[in-house]
């Protein structure tokens, strides 16, 4: 079923918001699991999930960055390795799964943003979580790493909501723009108290799904 189908199917079913967003987590999967990559808090998972947020955000479709992510795991199994790696591989990686647009920048920046990761935290990103005094200032660190934009940093901090607790609950407007098409509450604590807090992640995934099919074409494939 699409994300468009299921969204209206949601909102024509009778039941209570908590039913709703109930029927919405045990459908859903979060875009790091859709890609392969078994997240926890360890350095390399949440490596590779800031590889990920970084291709979905850009103005391809999402199913097209999750296909690159796969692609790229073998050079970006952790920042290091990615950091060793010459864009124009990271680039034919990209390719081979059908990420064309703005391939070869985004390589490069790849690259820089795993140099940087490196240089800065030793490769592991829980350096930067626990630095990080709250969520907004998490996501103004996320974006000081080369590449990692707005919405990039958006969507890696939804996604490790679960594995890095302090952060829940976090739904931003997009997740609260979903919440409206699908009927649920808008205001993040009330959406949230809806769900046990290890599906956070999955209720925001499945939020975000549901504004995948609609508006502009910005909005149809970038999941940020």
Known sequence: MSETTREATML????????RAARL??????????????????????????VLACL?????????????????????RTAATLARAEPEEVARAMTRAGYWRFHHTKAGLLV????????????DLREL???????????RQLRRIPGVGAHAAHIWLRETQTVLPDLAPYLD??????????GLPTDPDELASLVDPL????????????TLGSGSVSKATVPG
């Open 129 to 139: 979580y626990r630095d990080a005094d709250s969520a907004a200032d998490l996501h």
């Open 199 to 210: 599906d956070l992640a999955r209720l925001a995934a499945g939020c975000v799904r549901a």
């Open 12 to 19: 024509e079913e009778p039941g209570t918001p908590a039913d």
């Open 112 to 123: 820089r943003a795993a140099d940087d990761v490196v240089d800065r935290f030793g490769g």
């Open 25 to 50: 987590v045990r459908e859903s999967r979060t875009f790091a699991a859709d890609a392969g990559i078994d997240l926890r808090e360890t350095p390399a998972p949440l490596f590779r999930l800031l």
């Open 56 to 76: 979905l955000a850009a103005p391809v479709q999402h199913t097209t960055a999750i296909r690159a992510s796969a692609s790229l795991k073998p050079l970006s």
């Open 173 to 182: 407007e997009r997740v609260l723009a979903g919440a409206e098409q699908l």
